[in-house]
Nanobody
Framework: QVHVVESGGGLVQAGGSLRLSCAASGLTFSSYHMGWFRQAPGKERDFVAAINWSGLSKYYGDSARGRFTISRDNAKRTVYLQMNSLKPEDTAVYYC????????????????WGQGTQVTVSS
């Protein structure tokens, strides 16, 4: 059975940092590209960042570029999202997901999803 579990969310002041983790089990992690998405109340799910199976290719959404860094450790079956210079508009539930193909910024291409972790940035 596949499990994808996010952790590391919380409450942080604007300008602060958080590091999200996503641990996956029950799948061949190193064959999956992994992505982070976020969803604020009443809004659509937005692409944050993605990393290919090897970790050599990384992609960022406009809101994350320059502030967030995605990385992965295939030995630990974990993907990370380092978030710096956080802003109140980054407040959302952050989801981790895996895919074996397709456009990595499109959440519809992802088949393995976690339950999400809440990130709240206060002003």
């Amino acid at each position: 059975q596949v499990h994808v579990v996010e952790s590391g969310g919380g409450l942080v002041q604007a300008g602060g940092s958080l590091r999200l983790s996503c641990a996956a089990s029950g799948l061949t992690f190193s064959s999956y590209h992994m992505g982070w998405f976020r969803q604020a109340p009443g809004k659509e799910r937005d692409f944050v960042a993605a990393i290919n199976w090897s970790g050599l290719s990384k992609y960022y959404g406009d809101s994350a570029r320059g502030r967030f860094t995605i990385s992965r450790d295939n030995a630990k079956r974990t993907v990370y999202l380092q978030m710096n210079s956080l802003k109140p508009e980054d407040t959302a539930v952050y989801y981790c997901a895996g895919t074996q193909g397709g456009i990595l910024s499109n959440y519809q291409n992802y088949i393995q999803w976690g339950q999400g972790t809440q990130v709240t940035v206060s002003s």
